[in-house]
């Protein structure tokens, strides 16, 4: 099975900072990386798919990039709405696996 | 608009069984494969099942392979998942998924103790 490795596991941040997440993959999965937002007692909302391309409706402060093994989530200026939890996913091969998520919390 | 609603989860025993049930609308079920994927108490993702759309390609995690059954019903716009031999660690809420898990369910609460 690919796994799925996050970091930080949880971040502190203020209004306006610009906070970057990085996911790590235990093998080559080219672009097939997906970021999603949870909130609690939410279900989880894909933010991006194919490591870098933003779902309809995702504000364009959130971007992603990387390809290969190493990803990064981007949100470029914080908002109130986006304190949550950030997983990435590896949707290369079955078992999709999920990174343990990282919580980013307000400062 | 995509709508999934699960429905079926409840208090059970260990080694009991459960059948869930997601109702599918706003879009072609009948063309998309679909996933379960779960989540237990304070804890992270784990995707447990996928069906292709007409249901000839399925998979399941280790966890729960040979345990579970994942199944759908197009003239229905139906998916399921029975589980059998409920174990302490497959309490969760449970989510129906879109096949690029690009739409999620609400989800649904299995909780197995005694």
């Known amino acids: 099975d690919i796994q799925m490795t996050q970091s930080p596991s949880s971040v502190s941040a203020s209004v306006g900072d610009r906070v970057t997440i990085t996911c790590r993959a235990s093998?080559?999965?080219?672009?097939?990386l997906a970021w999603y937002q949870q909130k609690p007692g939410k279900a989880p909302k894909l933010l991006i798919y194919s490591a870098s391309s933003l779902q309809s409706g995702v504000p364009s402060r959130f971007s992603g990039s990387g390809s290969g093994t190493d990803f990064t989530l981007t949100i470029s200026s914080l908002q109130p709405e986006d304190f949550a939890t950030y997983f990435c996913?590896?949707?290369?091969?079955?078992?999709?696996?999920f990174g343990q998520g990282t919580k980013l919390e307000i400062k | 608009e995509v709508q999934l609603v699960e429905s079926g989860g409840t208090l059970i025993q260990p080694g009991g069984s459960l059948r869930l049930s997601c109702a599918a609308s706003g879009f072609a079920f009948a063309t998309f494969g679909m996933n379960w994927v779960r989540q237990g108490p304070g804890k992270g993702l784990e995707w447990i099942s996928y069906?292709?759309?007409?249901?000839?390609?399925?998979y399941y995690a280790d966890s729960v392979k040979g345990r579970f059954t994942i199944s759908r019903d197009n003239a229905k716009n139906s998916l399921y998942l029975q589980m059998n031999s409920l174990r302490d660690e497959d309490t969760a809420v449970y989510y129906c998924?879109?096949?690029?898990?690009?739409?999620w369910g609400q989800g649904t609460l299995v909780t197995v103790s005694s």
């Open positions: 998924v879109r096949k690029t898990l690009d739409y």
């Open positions: 069906i292709s759309a007409g249901g000839s390609a399925i």
């Open positions: 093998q080559d999965i080219a672009g097939w």
């Open positions: 996913q590896q949707a290369n091969s079955f078992p999709y696996t």
